[in-house]
């Protein structure tokens, strides 16, 4: 091993939670465990021992050709700490660590994957459109797991900390903001009043802060995936802190629940909410994808049945390039054929465009926006007159 490209090897750290305390204080089961799990990923395992604690827990090592492996368990807390480290290319630690994570029954997988050697990159492939790609290189993995809806991605950029779901991009520290203010501030601007506001998706609590420093006295966020949403507190500098996700007073509240359902028991209840925000990945051609309901009109009606007087719906509703407009063009007829107003909106984060409806009619949407902007308790830092004007105009595919 005398050169830099054979002296790097990936390290991954894992934290598994809810796991039964019995296998975790079961020494000969978790060897045979770890073995099969490292042998699957292409691993070759050369010794294991362990070492079980009183009065509970166990250490197993693996010492591996290609480097080592480890569990530590705490079978009072459900969790055990994973370690597996790999040279060359002939095995995968992190599948290693999904396979004995699926062994051990874990209900939550939390990993961070180390590129150990010099100038190691991880690259995220992101499809773009039919044929295209572009590559992300990560030079640092914070935080990488398969919750139980997506795979999920946290690393440093070159445009900082970023957000990855299933090798998609989703915010980016260097250009959330623009994103999340164009989500939000044409909503807060057309809207009756800014008093109660239910978020769907959004994981990383950028577009709850914003409504809570619009005025809201209440956000509902929900989000299925509880795990992206902890990971996003805890490695984003952005959106939600740990210490959020854990208070119990304040304006906002964090429901754990499928949007679909949430809504259908807020319409159910005759619960009303002046702006409802759906923030979701795009729609896409995966039938195993939960989210893609939430884009149908059955939802849409669902939604404008919970909106107030004057009350505002405002979906991400996919990218206006024409080789990649799916998802906007059929989000564009749906709203129309729901909805009385329906208002555009292109931000300078160009990959995606915003749709804002509702039930009633406005004469100028735009207009509206405009004249309320100098007012408005929220003041964006990306969003001005010129902006709210520019971005208005939907594009010709729509038109």
């Not at 005759?270 to 896409?284: A, F, H, M, T």
């Not at 893609?292 to 939802?299: Q, T, V």
Request: aromatic share 8%.
């Amino acid at each position: 091993m005398n050169s830099d490209k054979a002296f790097a090897g990936h390290h991954v750290l894992a934290e598994l939670r809810g796991v039964d305390s019995k296998r975790l204080d079961d020494a000969p089961f978790l060897q045979e465990a770890l073995s099969k799990s490292l042998t699957a990923a292409g691993a070759t395992v050369c010794d294991l021992i362990a070492h079980q604690f009183e009065p509970q827990g166990v250490t197993v090592l693996a010492l591996l050709a290609e480097s080592h492996a480890s569990i530590h368990t705490y079978p009072e807390l459900g969790s055990a700490f994973v370690d597996v480290f790999t040279c060359g290319a002939s095995a995968d630690p992190q599948h290693a660590a999904r396979l004995l994570a699926d062994a051990l029954g874990a209900e939550s997988v939390a990993t961070r994957v180390v590129e150990r050697g010099p100038a190691q990159v991880r690259t995220v492939t992101e499809s773009v459109g039919t044929g295209l790609t572009r590559s992300w290189n990560l030079t640092d993995v914070l935080f990488e797991a398969d919750t139980d809806f997506q795979h999920v991605v946290i690393g440093r950029t070159a445009q900082g900390i970023s957000l990855f779901c299933d090798d998609e991009r989703q915010s980016t520290d260097a250009t959330q903001l623009i994103y999340h203010e164009a989500l939000m501030v044409p909503a807060l601007l057309l809207a009756e009043q800014v008093r109660r506001v239910l978020i769907i998706g959004s994981s990383e609590g950028v577009a709850s802060q914003i409504a809570v420093a619009a005025g809201a006295e209440r956000v509902d966020h929900v989000d299925i995936d509880k795990q992206a949403v902890q990971a996003c507190a805890e490695y984003l500098p952005y959106g939600y802190s740990p210490a959020d996700l854990d208070a119990t007073d304040g304006p906002t509240r964090i429901h754990y629940r499928d949007g679909f359902e949430f809504i259908a028991e807020a319409a159910a209840a005759g619960d009303r909410y002046d702006v409802v925000v759906i923030d979701l990945p795009d729609e896409n051609d995966d039938p195993a994808a939960q989210h893609n309901r939430l884009y149908g009109k059955e939802f849409l009606q669902r939604s404008a049945e919970i909106l107030s007087e004057g009350g505002v719906l405002a979906c991400q509703a996919g990218c206006p390039t024409v080789w990649r407009n799916d998802t906007l063009r059929k989000a564009w007829e749906r709203f129309n054929e729901t909805f009385g107003t329906v208002a555009y909106y292109g931000s300078d984060e160009h990959e995606w465009a915003f749709l804002f409806a509702r039930v009633d009619v406005v004469a100028d949407p735009t207009d509206r926006m405009i004249s309320r902007l100098s007012t408005a308790t929220y003041r964006p830092a990306t969003v001005d007159p010129l902006a709210l004007r520019g971005g208005s105009v939907p594009p010709h595919s729509l038109r």
